[in-house]
């Protein structure tokens, strides 16, 4: 059983092929360059080169796989790529894909991300390729791209107000995908959040307790964020998704639900906000 990882340096790829590596399945780590492989560490000799903007290249990595996880970054060429990678599953008889996707995917959704995830959920349908589709919700890692932001006297300005959320950790997501891959058929689409629903003062609370630097959350508003996000280098169109999530999604409470479904797949407690707050202790104290 040979399973193919895309988007493999990333946050939830590195961890699923590992995951995977550890299992002892014969997993290949499709990587965007060559040199990319060597995110993969000790792994690195699992990487097998495919830009998901080269069809050719794509269909080179799918060929002879019997599962493909299809991981794709968000991006306004995401759609295209993950059109290719469903296209050549189908071509090459994949037994099982798996799509990461989102919460919330629709024609009309407010993001531009979950009506592209959408669009690559009903291509992925019409393929007949047997399919698992995995909506994981807001990734506790996301916060680590705004340690930066921590202003030295620890003030932390982001626009989510009081608005809860059901934060995941990308090490569940990661290891909820092996299960699915043990599994190797199509189950129900999957819905998966963390254990625990908390909003940004009390992730503050709990990231002041695991640093010992005081990390004060303040609420700001969308568009001073995506200001500033945009000044990152980030696209402009996933900076207003980025924005309008958070805005406009996560401080009325849409993201504060919590869902038993991963916890029962892995039949283990999900990993808390105060364990990763214990675990980047480093990350937000630098
Ligand atoms: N973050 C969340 O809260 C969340 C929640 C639910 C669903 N999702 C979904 O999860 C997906 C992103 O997963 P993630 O957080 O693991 O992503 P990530 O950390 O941003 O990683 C993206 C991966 O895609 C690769 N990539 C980018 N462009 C590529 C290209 N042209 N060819 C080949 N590979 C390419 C990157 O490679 P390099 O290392 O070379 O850049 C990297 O491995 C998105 O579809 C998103 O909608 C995210």
């Known amino acids: 059983m040979t399973v193919l990882v895309t988007g493999a340096t990333g946050t939830i790829g590195s961890r699923l092929v590992r995951e995977l590596a550890k299992n002892g399945t014969d997993v290949r780590a499709a990587v965007r360059?060559?040199?990319?492989?060597?995110?993969?560490?000790?792994?690195?000799?699992?990487?097998?080169?495919?830009?998901?903007d080269d069809a050719a290249a794509v269909d080179r990595a799918v060929a002879g796989s019997d599962q493909v996880v299809l991981i794709a970054a968000n991006s306004e060429r995401q759609l295209q790529q993950e059109l290719a990678?469903?296209?050549?599953?189908?071509?090459?008889?994949?037994?099982?894909?798996?799509?990461?996707?989102?919460?919330?995917?629709?024609?009309?959704?407010?993001?531009a991300l979950a009506r592209d995830h959408y669009a690559a959920e009903q291509h992925l349908k019409g393929t007949g390729v047997p399919a698992t589709v995995v909506r994981p919700g807001f990734l506790m890692q996301n916060l680590l791209q705004y340690t930066a932001w921590i202003e030295a006297d620890g003030t932390w300005r982001l626009p989510f107000g009081d608005g809860a959320m059901a934060m995941i950790d990308a090490a569940d997501v990661a290891a909820g995908l092996a299960v699915l891959v043990g599994r190797g058929?199509?189950?129900?689409?999957?819905?998966?959040?963390?254990?625990?629903?908390?909003?940004?003062?009390?992730?503050?609370?709990?990231l002041t307790a695991a640093t010992g630097r005081?990390?004060?959350?303040?609420?700001?508003?969308?568009?001073?964020?995506?200001?500033?996000?945009?000044?990152?280098?980030?696209?402009?169109?996933?900076?207003?998704?980025?924005?309008?999530?958070?805005?406009?999604?996560?401080?009325?409470?849409?993201?504060?639900?919590?869902?038993?479904?991963?916890?029962?797949?892995?039949?283990?407690?999900?990993?808390?906000?105060?364990?990763?707050?214990?675990?980047?202790?480093?990350?937000f104290r630098a």
């Open 85 to 111: 990678v469903i296209d050549a599953a189908r071509r090459h008889g994949v037994a099982h894909l798996i799509k990461l996707s989102v919460g919330g995917p629709a024609p009309d959704a407010p993001l």
């Open 33 to 52: 360059t060559v040199d990319r492989a060597a995110v993969l560490g000790d792994l690195a000799d699992l990487a097998v080169p495919a830009d998901l």
């Open 214 to 283: 005081v990390v004060a959350y303040t609420d700001s508003d969308g568009e001073s964020f995506y200001e500033q996000y945009v000044g990152d280098g980030n696209e402009p169109q996933y900076a207003r998704d980025i924005a309008t999530l958070y805005d406009q999604i996560v401080r009325p409470g849409w993201a504060a639900a919590v869902s038993p479904g991963l916890q029962q797949l892995l039949n283990r407690p999900l990993r808390t906000f105060s364990q990763f707050a214990a675990d980047h202790a480093e990350d």
């Open 185 to 206: 058929t199509p189950d129900d689409d999957q819905v998966w959040t963390g254990p625990e629903s908390i909003d940004m003062y009390e992730a503050a609370k709990q």
